[in-house]
T-cell receptor
Framework: GESVGLHLPTLSVQEGDNSIINCAYS??????FIWYKQESGKGPQFIID?????DKRQGQRVTVLLNKTVKHLSLQIAATQPGDSAVYFC????????????FGTGTRLKVLA | KAGVTQTPRYLIKTRGQQVTLSCSPI?????VSWYQQTPGQGLQFLFE???????NKGNFPGRFSGRQFSNSRSEMNVSTLELGDSALYLC????????????FGEGSRLTVL
């Protein structure tokens, strides 16, 4: 498949361990955030979202944490599996009432067997 | 329910030519957004259409244009292609409302020679 990014930061974790992927967002006015997963040759796929009035949200095996003070998001994946290997992006919505999102640069997650 | 469909998936053009990419959103979705993805710049917002009207536009030159039809299908056009236009062009559809999940297609891979 195609390479999403040649020089992305890479996080390597052992299968079964927990993964933490970080993202610094750009605009303090952003009020909605999404984490996306992109596998090689595919479009980004929604993982989890969070609104700015929350600081934590949990899904199945995933948790998103939001720290508005330092404009920081993190995605925690529990019991990482080989199928989690992908590039992960955070995206922020500026609250303009449109679907304009600013995407982070992405982090490549490699799961080691 | 069928996902977002983009055509063509791959295409090769030469500098100076123009290209039209097509996107069929998920049935019932009225918003269509376009993003450009390159290894150097990541995912960048091009424009968003809602009910046949451009609702927001990113920071791209006027060579990049788009439109949306009454059935919500969208096209984007790039005229006078440059080498730097080589990218994966991603279309995403969304329900009305202004915030929420973007549902991405698999993209159109454009190579400009």
């Amino acid at each position: 498949g195609e390479s999403v990014g040649l020089h992305l930061p890479t996080l390597s974790v052992q299968e079964g361990d927990n993964s933490i992927i970080n993202c610094a967002y750009s605009n303090s006015a952003s009020d909605y955030f999404i984490w996306y997963k992109q596998e090689s040759g595919k479009g980004p796929q929604f993982i989890i979202d969070i609104r700015s009035n929350m600081d934590k949200r949990q899904g199945q095996r995933v948790t998103v944490l939001l720290n508005k003070t330092v404009k920081h998001l993190s995605l925690q994946i529990a019991a990482t599996q080989p199928g989690d290997s992908a590039v992960y992006f955070c995206a922020e919505n500026l609250g303009t009432g449109t679907y304009k999102y600013i995407f982070g640069t992405g982090t490549r997650l490699k799961v080691l067997a | 329910k069928a996902g977002v469909t983009q055509t063509p998936r791959y295409l090769i053009k030469t500098r100076g030519q123009q290209v039209t990419l097509s996107c069929s959103p998920i049935s019932g979705h009225r918003s269509v957004s376009w993003y450009q993805q390159t290894p150097g710049q990541g995912l960048q917002f091009l424009f968003e259409y809602f009910s046949e009207t451009q609702r927001n536009k990113g920071n791209f030159p006027g060579r990049f244009s788009g439109r949306q039809f009454s059935n919500s299908r969208s096209e984007m056009n790039v005229s006078t292609l440059e080498l730097g236009d080589s990218a994966l062009y991603l279309c995403a559809s969304s329900l009305a409302g202004g915030t929420g999940e973007l549902f991405f297609g698999e993209g159109s891979r454009l190579t400009v020679l």
